[in-house]
């Protein structure tokens, strides 16, 4: 049974740029939430999706977007990027259960550096 | 708002040594409570979650006990190893049950 997968690994951008980071659920989740997680800090929130929609949103601007598709993976979108986006971005699936998610099971994340 | 308070690391101890991190909590409610690992480069693990009060969650001999009166779920295990070497997180969900409130996570370093 595959666990959360993450694309790519590591990833180089310079200030400005767009970038699209990839993801694919646990077998049998339904939700996906996606997380940045600064160095030496906990992770933060960033947004979940349930049914290919926006459920909830943290704190972050517009220029993070995402998507879902039909088969649960899921895709983050940050646009303009500043060098603060510089973090290690982490997907999490879990499966929705009466409006709230079970436990959540991580990938191994993205590591985005700005430059 | 709902909140996890860790305390601060680095912990250092050798071999066989007992652990402990401490982890309170504030939360509207009794929601679930997790911990979760972090080896070094890697993405979050989870390690032992607890569902209700007086729930003891446990995995790899890492222990914690949800208690309610003092509103806390300390990490505790009896003889750590050097591959426990890891940060390790305290976490509860948010009220809508969506997202994950991560404390600012514990640094152990184990040595031989």
């Known amino acids: 049974d595959a666990g959360v997968t993450q694309s790519p690994t590591h990833l180089i951008k310079t200030r400005g740029q767009q970038v699209t980071l990839r993801c694919s659920p646990k077998?049998?989740?339904?939700?996906v939430s996606w997380y940045q997680q600064a160095l030496g800090q906990g992770p933060q929130f960033i947004f979940q999706?349930?049914?290919?929609?926006?459920?909830q949103r943290g704190n972050f601007p517009d220029r993070f977007s995402g998507h879902q598709f039909p088969n649960y993976s899921s895709e983050l979108n940050v646009n303009a990027l500043l060098l603060g986006d510089s973090a290690l971005y982490l997907c999490?699936?879990?499966?929705?259960?009466?409006?709230?998610?079970?436990?959540?099971?991580f990938g191994p994340g993205t590591r985005l550096t700005v430059l | 708002g709902d909140s996890v308070t860790q305390m601060e690391g680095p912990v250092t101890l050798s071999e066989e040594a007992f652990l402990t991190i401490n982890c309170t909590y504030t939360?509207?409610?009794?929601?679930?409570l997790f911990w979760y690992v972090q080896y070094p480069g890697e993405g979050l693990q989870l390690l032992l979650k607890?569902?209700?009060?007086?729930d003891k969650g446990s995995n790899k001999g890492f222990e914690a006990t949800y208690r309610k009166e003092t509103t806390s779920f300390h990490l505790e295990k009896g003889s750590v190893q050097v591959s426990d070497s890891a940060v390790y997180f305290c976490?509860?969900?948010?009220?809508?049950?969506?997202?994950?409130?991560f404390g600012k996570g514990t640094t152990l370093s184990v040595s031989s």
């Open positions: 607890a569902t209700k009060a007086d």
């Open positions: 077998s049998g989740h339904d939700t």
């Open positions: 999490a699936s879990s499966l929705e259960r009466q409006g709230r998610t079970d436990t959540q099971y």
């Open positions: 939360a509207t409610g009794y929601p679930s």
């Open positions: 976490a509860l969900p948010n009220q809508a049950g969506t997202a994950l409130i």
């Open positions: 999706y349930y049914e290919e929609e926006e459920r």
